[in-house]
């Protein structure tokens, strides 16, 4: 049995219709739940609220004023102790450039120059192996294994696409 609507009918504040009332009249006479809940309900609505301690918004305010300013406090510390860390590492990863850059220009540009030849040289490397590779295994397998590789990988990629697109739908209608 749904109960949803009658306990959302119980717990708002809302008034209700006749046809509503009627039918929560008739639920409430067979559910057991749900005229217990009634009952809770009309129990704690009818409940005397207790009136505060004289001075207690005094109080809580001057409280709440002094947990923010030591919240205030901790932050700050907090950032304080965080950008010293991080200009910790900042300063110790880059203490070799730092050193160079500060010792000349000229051994600035060098170690640049160096850099950017050893990177050159690394990609080109890469790109020979990669190519050496390929030429290796193309001796290898026969062309009707590449084809038949390829119309494997397009095969699943529209699955996965359809599949993702029917998941979407699904998430949409919920």
């Not at 590492?89 to 060098?110: E, H, I, M, Y």
């Not at 294994?145 to 699955?159: M, R």
Request: glycine share 6%; charged share 15%; aromatic share 14%.
């Amino acid at each position: 049995m749904d109960h949803r609507p009658f306990e959302d009918w119980l717990l708002s504040e809302e008034p209700l219709t006749t046809e509503h009332k009627s039918q929560l009249q008739a639920h409430l006479r067979t559910c057991k739940t749900c005229s217990t809940l009634a009952e809770v309900n009309l129990a704690l609505k009818g409940a005397r609220q207790a009136a505060p301690v004289p001075g207690f918004t005094a109080r809580f305010q001057i409280r709440l004023a002094a947990q923010q300013k030591a919240q205030r406090l901790r932050n700050q510390i907090g950032f304080f102790v965080l950008f010293a860390g991080v200009m910790a590492v900042f300063t110790w990863l880059a203490w070799p450039f730092l050193r160079t850059a500060l010792a000349s220009p000229a051994d600035l540009l060098g170690s640049w120059l160096v850099t950017l030849v050893d990177l050159w040289l690394s990609l080109r490397a890469f790109g020979d192996t990669v190519s050496v590779f390929l030429r290796v295994i193309n001796g290898f397998i026969p062309f009707y294994v590449w084809g038949f590789a390829a119309f494997a990988f397009v095969g699943g990629s529209l699955l996965w696409v359809t599949s993702m697109k029917n998941f979407n739908k699904t998430l949409q209608g919920v």
